[in-house]
């Protein structure tokens, strides 16, 4: 299975920071609480990538095929 | 009036080879026709076919291939639709204006023919709200069309600087805020009314036109055969505002004046990069040489400024985290502390570190380009003035007109 990509749906983004407690792996915020994305999503990491697509309260985040 | 340039309050339009050689023989469908002729029937493949020899590449940063955009168009599912971009968000930018008021119907000759590749009958035109000139301009060039079998469906973009951005476009078009939004395919795929939108600026529709208008040999004897053609600058130094038309791979000093090649010269707008005294001497208006040089010719403004290249810069980064659109977090966050960063860097309170760590973080990090835009201008001029930096964190400046003393 291929990798795949977090894309952030950021004008409707609130910084509520719950995709950083879902996906600490490849998630980080910046200092005003906005997620980083810091790496792609391997297979290994997809099931909890699902999880912090499904956990964002503003449905802001996409798990997309690179 | 003189028939060699036109000139407004504001801007000199300077009359050109291709797309400005209409000057003096005013704006109407007749003078047009009388001096272009009228397009024949257009095939898409043999459309296709032309675009790629000539290499028509789009105006935004990236230069994108006109040809690919078309082609993505006119594959994607769903009845296509034409959008012309004749607004300019960005305040130094007058050269689709320029064509506005001189060849209106160059625009619409490329939109139609855009058109009909497409098998389309609607064509929208986005004009600026503040510039009554230009709207009145297009308003005109579209009421002698009358009798076309296109439907023409016209919209006023705000005078802000992310409001050209193609989504915030198709949001206008839509009847929502003219700002930019998420956009998961390009718009060529899924655009307004999620079908097919061809959306391009003024300028390149015009060329489009030429290409049909007179052939692409004709096109082809501009330019070099590497870079074929012609493009617009609008340039800003110590003679004012002006638009003017170069073939490509024209020598730098065929633009500007020996003394101008000899200082910092912003090139690409306030979204552009900086190129240090004297570097463009040794190069030319090409898209590829300037790339290779790290620099961009991006929508065509040249821009001299009269004062610091760090203070304007400064200037600008503080103008352009004032134009965010306020939607995005890094963006309406992270610009406005970029700006202070840069800053405290001319007042020579801080290193560039902060600075450069910024510009990192709201890379790629927003709906449309304009973090990116801003932080490509702000990484240049720390790149291109060292010297510059050392001096004001010296609490100095080499530039005693801005008034901090030699």
Avoid at chain 2, 227 to 242: A, I, M, N, Q, W
Wanted: with cysteine; net charge neutral; charged share 20%.
């Amino acid at each position: 299975m291929a990798n795949g990509r977090l894309r952030v749906d950021w004008p409707v983004c609130r910084a509520r920071g719950l995709c950083f407690e879902l996906l600490p792996e490849a998630i980080e915020l910046d200092e005003w609480g906005y997620p980083v994305v810091t790496g792609e999503i391997t297979p290994e990491l997809t099931g909890a990538a699902r999880a912090a697509v499904r956990g964002c309260p503003r449905m802001a985040l996409r798990l997309v095929q690179t | 009036m003189s028939t060699d340039t036109l000139r407004t309050a504001e801007v000199t339009v300077v009359r050109g080879p291709r797309l400005l050689s209409a000057i003096g023989g005013g704006p109407s469908l007749a003078a047009h026709r009388a001096l272009h002729g009228s397009p024949g029937r257009t095939r898409l493949a043999t459309l296709l076919a032309d675009l790629e020899r000539i290499d028509l590449r789009g105006r935004g940063g990236a230069g994108f291939p006109f040809a690919r955009k078309l082609a993505s168009t006119a594959q994607a599912r769903g009845r296509a639709t034409v959008v012309v971009n004749v607004s300019e968000g960005e305040p130094p930018s007058s050269k689709d204006a320029a064509l506005a008021t001189t060849a209106p119907h160059l625009i619409l000759d490329g939109a139609m023919i855009a058109a009909e590749a497409l098998k389309t009958r609607r064509i929208h035109l986005v004009v600026p709200d503040n510039e009554r000139a230009v709207r009145d301009a297009m308003a005109t060039a579209v009421a002698e069309r009358a009798g076309e079998r296109v439907s023409w469906a016209v919209h006023r973009a705000d005078d802000v600087f992310v409001a050209g951005q193609a989504s915030a476009v198709v949001e206008l078009m839509s009847g929502r805020p003219n700002r930019p939004v998420t956009t998961w395919q390009p718009a060529a795929v899924r655009g307004y009314q999620g079908r097919p939108t061809l959306l391009s600026n003024a300028e390149t529709y015009a060329q489009l036109a030429l290409l049909t208008l007179h052939g692409p040999d004709a096109y082809v004897a501009h330019g070099t055969a590497a870079e074929p053609g012609t493009t617009l600058l609008t340039v800003h130094d110590g003679g004012g505002r002006r638009v003017v038309e170069v073939e490509l791979a024209s020598p730098w000093y065929d633009v500007l004046a020996l003394e101008d090649l000899g200082r910092p010269v912003l090139l690409g707008g306030y979204h552009g990069t900086w190129a240090a005294a004297g570097e463009l001497r040794a190069l030319t208006v090409s898209r590829v040489g300037l790339a290779a040089a790290g620099l961009t010719l991006g929508a065509g403004v040249v821009l001299v400024p009269d004062c610091c290249p760090l203070t304007f810069a400064s200037a600008v980064a503080s103008y352009l985290a004032g134009e965010s659109a306020g939607r995005c977090g890094p963006c309406f966050n992270g610009l406005p502390a970029l700006a202070a960063a840069l800053e405290r860097v001319v007042a020579g309170r801080g290193g560039i570190a902060e600075a450069e760590r910024l510009c990192a973080l709201v890379e790629r990090r927003g709906a449309c380009a304009h973090p990116d835009g801003t932080a490509r201008m702000v990484r240049s001029a720390l790149e291109r003035f060292p010297d510059e930096v050392d001096r004001h964190a010296r609490g100095g400046c080499s530039y005693p007109r801005d008034g901090r003393g030699g």
